[in-house]
Protein backbone atom coordinates (compact mmCIF):
# COMPACT_ATOMS: atom_id res chain seq x y z
CA UNK A 1 0.00 0.00 0.00
CA UNK A 2 1.29 3.11 -0.91
CA UNK A 3 2.46 5.73 2.23
CA UNK A 4 0.24 8.63 3.11
CA UNK A 5 1.68 11.86 2.53
CA UNK A 6 0.62 15.30 1.43
CA UNK A 7 -1.16 13.92 -1.11
CA UNK A 8 -3.39 11.19 -0.02
CA UNK A 9 -3.34 8.18 -2.11
CA UNK A 10 -7.10 7.29 -3.78
CA UNK A 11 -7.54 4.33 -1.84
CA UNK A 12 -7.16 6.25 1.67
CA UNK A 13 -9.53 9.06 0.16
CA UNK A 14 -12.12 7.02 -0.64
CA UNK A 15 -12.39 5.28 2.71
CA UNK A 16 -11.91 8.33 4.48
CA UNK A 17 -14.91 9.92 1.95
CA UNK A 18 -17.21 6.90 2.72
CA UNK A 19 -16.09 6.81 6.19
CA UNK A 20 -17.78 10.35 6.13
CA UNK A 21 -20.32 9.28 3.96
CA UNK A 22 -21.67 6.57 6.74
CA UNK A 23 -21.12 9.00 9.87
CA UNK A 24 -22.73 12.39 8.23
CA UNK A 25 -25.69 10.06 7.04
CA UNK A 26 -26.43 8.09 9.89
CA UNK A 27 -25.45 11.01 12.38
CA UNK A 28 -28.28 13.20 10.26
CA UNK A 29 -30.83 10.48 10.61
CA UNK A 30 -30.47 9.70 14.36
CA UNK A 31 -30.69 14.03 14.85
CA UNK A 32 -33.91 14.12 12.86
CA UNK A 33 -35.02 10.42 14.41
CA UNK A 34 -34.74 12.08 17.67
CA UNK A 35 -36.16 15.63 17.49
CA UNK A 36 -39.11 15.10 15.40
CA UNK A 37 -39.32 11.40 15.04
CA UNK A 38 -41.73 10.70 17.93
CA UNK A 39 -44.46 7.60 17.01
CA UNK A 40 -47.23 6.55 18.53
CA UNK A 41 -46.81 3.81 20.81
CA UNK A 42 -49.33 1.67 22.58
CA UNK A 43 -48.90 4.04 25.79
CA UNK A 44 -48.28 7.17 24.12
CA UNK A 45 -45.40 8.99 22.01
CA UNK A 46 -42.19 7.30 22.28
CA UNK A 47 -38.87 7.26 20.01
CA UNK A 48 -39.01 5.70 16.93
CA UNK A 49 -37.63 1.92 16.66
CA UNK A 50 -34.89 2.90 14.34
CA UNK A 51 -32.93 5.66 15.98
CA UNK A 52 -30.49 2.78 18.35
CA UNK A 53 -29.40 0.96 15.02
CA UNK A 54 -28.96 4.18 13.16
CA UNK A 55 -26.52 5.08 16.45
CA UNK A 56 -25.00 1.90 16.23
CA UNK A 57 -23.73 2.64 12.82
CA UNK A 58 -23.26 6.64 13.65
CA UNK A 59 -20.85 5.25 15.94
CA UNK A 60 -19.40 2.68 14.13
CA UNK A 61 -18.59 5.20 11.50
CA UNK A 62 -17.52 7.03 14.01
CA UNK A 63 -14.56 4.66 15.30
CA UNK A 64 -13.37 4.37 11.29
CA UNK A 65 -13.48 8.43 10.83
CA UNK A 66 -11.25 7.87 13.99
CA UNK A 67 -8.47 5.34 12.72
CA UNK A 68 -8.59 7.89 9.21
CA UNK A 69 -8.32 11.04 11.43
CA UNK A 70 -4.90 9.18 13.20
CA UNK A 71 -3.21 8.29 9.47
CA UNK A 72 -3.87 11.93 8.53
CA UNK A 73 -2.69 13.41 11.54
CA UNK A 74 0.47 11.88 11.70
CA UNK A 75 1.23 12.02 8.12
CA UNK A 76 -0.69 14.02 5.90
CA UNK A 77 -1.26 17.33 8.46
CA UNK A 78 2.90 17.95 8.97
CA UNK A 79 3.60 17.18 5.58
CA UNK A 80 0.62 20.01 4.62
CA UNK A 81 1.79 22.28 7.28
CA UNK A 82 5.21 22.05 5.96
CA UNK A 83 3.82 23.32 2.42
CA UNK A 84 1.64 25.82 4.17
CA UNK A 85 -1.27 25.25 1.88
CA UNK A 86 -4.56 25.24 2.90
CA UNK A 87 -3.11 25.47 6.86
CA UNK A 88 -5.99 27.60 8.65
CA UNK A 89 -8.63 25.54 7.06
CA UNK A 90 -6.80 22.11 8.00
CA UNK A 91 -6.07 23.69 10.98
CA UNK A 92 -9.71 24.22 11.41
CA UNK A 93 -10.92 21.07 10.68
CA UNK A 94 -8.51 19.24 12.97
CA UNK A 95 -9.87 21.42 15.92
CA UNK A 96 -13.55 20.71 14.71
CA UNK A 97 -12.83 16.92 14.49
CA UNK A 98 -11.21 16.80 17.41
CA UNK A 99 -14.22 19.02 19.23
CA UNK A 100 -16.60 16.07 17.58
CA UNK A 101 -14.74 13.22 19.48
CA UNK A 102 -14.82 15.12 22.98
CA UNK A 103 -18.15 15.64 22.58
CA UNK A 104 -18.82 12.11 21.50
CA UNK A 105 -16.99 11.28 24.73
CA UNK A 106 -19.31 13.91 26.61
CA UNK A 107 -22.94 12.81 25.12
CA UNK A 108 -22.18 8.81 25.24
CA UNK A 109 -20.27 8.48 28.66
CA UNK A 110 -21.13 12.01 31.12
CA UNK A 111 -25.09 12.26 31.22
CA UNK A 112 -26.02 15.66 32.69
CA UNK A 113 -29.22 16.74 31.65
CA UNK A 114 -28.65 20.97 31.71
CA UNK A 115 -26.23 20.94 29.24
CA UNK A 116 -26.59 17.41 27.31
CA UNK A 117 -28.81 19.27 24.77
CA UNK A 118 -26.71 22.06 24.48
CA UNK A 119 -23.68 19.45 23.49
CA UNK A 120 -26.12 17.21 21.85
CA UNK A 121 -27.29 20.59 19.48
CA UNK A 122 -23.33 21.68 18.41
CA UNK A 123 -22.21 18.26 18.02
CA UNK A 124 -24.36 17.65 15.29
CA UNK A 125 -24.18 21.74 14.16
CA UNK A 126 -19.91 20.77 13.58
CA UNK A 127 -20.78 17.14 12.37
CA UNK A 128 -23.30 18.46 9.94
CA UNK A 129 -20.87 21.68 8.34
CA UNK A 130 -18.04 18.88 8.29
CA UNK A 131 -17.99 17.58 4.87
CA UNK A 132 -18.73 21.06 3.79
CA UNK A 133 -15.24 21.99 5.24
CA UNK A 134 -13.81 19.33 4.02
CA UNK A 135 -14.84 20.62 0.05
CA UNK A 136 -13.37 23.82 1.16
CA UNK A 137 -10.28 22.15 2.28
CA UNK A 138 -10.14 20.22 -0.37
CA UNK A 139 -10.51 23.57 -3.01
CA UNK A 140 -8.65 25.88 -1.91
CA UNK A 141 -5.40 23.36 -1.24
CA UNK A 142 -5.94 22.76 -5.25
CA UNK A 143 -6.03 25.75 -5.95
CA UNK A 144 -2.79 27.04 -4.24
CA UNK A 145 -1.26 24.11 -6.15
CA UNK A 146 -1.94 25.36 -9.65
CA UNK A 147 -0.42 29.08 -8.32
Known sequence: MSRIGFRIPKL?????FTFLTLSWLTGSAFYYLNNWGEIEGPFGPEKHPAQ???????????FLILISFGAILTSHVPAGWRLGRSRYMGLTLVV??????????????????EG?????????????????LL??????GRKNRRS
Request: hydrophobic letters at 65%.
Open 52 to 62: FPILMAHGAGA
Open 12 to 16: YRYLL
Open 116 to 132: RTVLANLHAAVGFSLPF
Open 135 to 140: IIHIWI
Open 96 to 113: LVTFQIVTAYLLYYVAWA
